[in-house]
């Protein structure tokens, strides 16, 4: 082997992993918040229909939505916030990368790579709102007949 390869393969390597390794923090990170913003909105909407509490919704829930995807990582742990009164929710989750690859060099930090997300979803009152628009609209055209 020459110079040049004794240098160049082992570039290529870890280049290679290292493409690797951010693609799969880089769809963590994306299924992450969209998961996130599922569980917040699916709250939201409960706690519209029921007045449930969005913190156990979310936790019913939490299983069905993450499913099977984090392939290359671990298994989020999500928290779960209600503010303003619970009109508010907020999901934050976290997961970290379970490559072990390049642990020892100084391209990958020695801790992993953790990835958050978190998003927010308002309770809106979607329902009582088009309810109350439909009986004015009611009440307009039986007092203009």
Known sequence: MTVEATLVVPMAVCVI????????YLYGRCILSQ???????????DADRYGNNPE?????????????????STKPVIHVESRASGKEI???????????????????????????AGQKAKCLGQVKHIRKMTRLKDIGQRVFD
Do not use: H, Q
């Open 35 to 45: 998961d996130c913003y599922v569980l917040a909105f699916r709250a939201s909407i």
């Open 17 to 24: 992993t290292l493409l690797i390794l951010f693609s799969y």
């Open 90 to 116: 907020k999901v934050e989750a976290s997961a970290r990368i379970r490559a072990g690859a390049m642990g020892n060099y100084f391209l990958k930090p020695r801790s992993g790579w953790e990835f958050k």
């Open 56 to 72: 156990s919704t979310v936790l019913a829930k939490r299983d069905r939505v993450l499913g099977k995807k984090y392939f290359g």
